[in-house]
């Protein structure tokens, strides 16, 4: 039972936490870590989906993950987004308590940025761009079920926030795995 509580402190003490970590980062492309080195952000610990596929490319490609909350309790949800296929964290989206029966939109794009039609809520902690993957994690049990939307929105004209295509990306379920 002691575990368990200090596990809850160290993650509240993580949320309330990232907010200055991400203040403190430099995002200048020619900063001297600004190539994928890990970020000091605990992630939520249960992976409740895996995005197959996920970019950022200098404005001109962003990702939108769209993650509703149907059930009748609020859950944290964050989007942890990773480099290649080798699994290094390259940014994340959130955490974020999700109201029950809300959407939030999480995206690779830069706070500030617009994506026409999406409102986007949850924005990812660092302007590295990268192509790789994405895992929806939570702080809520394994078994909890959300609707989640992945898209890839490409071309995007940054004079009208609009994108030349919307791609859905593979949204799935893992199995055998609680977390990492």
Request: with cysteine.
């Amino acid at each position: 039972m002691q575990l368990k509580s200090m596990f809850l402190s160290l993650l509240a003490l993580t949320v309330i936490c990232v907010p200055t970590v991400m203040a403190q980062e430099d995002d200048r492309s020619d900063a001297p870590h600004a190539r994928f080195q890990p970020l000091i952000v605990v992630p939520l610990p249960n992976i409740l989906y895996d995005v197959a596929y996920a970019r950022s490319a200098n404005q001109s490609s962003e990702m939108v993950i769209s993650i509703k909350n149907p059930n009748t309790f609020s859950c944290g949800v964050q989007v942890e987004w990773i480099f290649g296929g080798g699994g290094t964290q390259v940014g994340v989206s959130g955490p974020f308590t999700l109201a029950p029966q809300n959407t939030l939109e999480f995206t690779t794009a830069n706070s500030g940025e617009s994506i026409s039609p999406f409102i986007l809520n949850v924005f990812r902690d660092t302007t590295t761009e990268f192509e790789g993957s994405a895992r929806i994690r939570s702080g809520c049990s394994t078994t909890t079920k959300l609707g989640v939307n992945a898209l890839l929105v490409t071309g995007i004209n940054t004079a009208t926030n609009t994108g030349i295509d919307y791609s859905p990306v593979s949204v799935a379920r893992p199995t055998g795995r609680v977390g990492d």
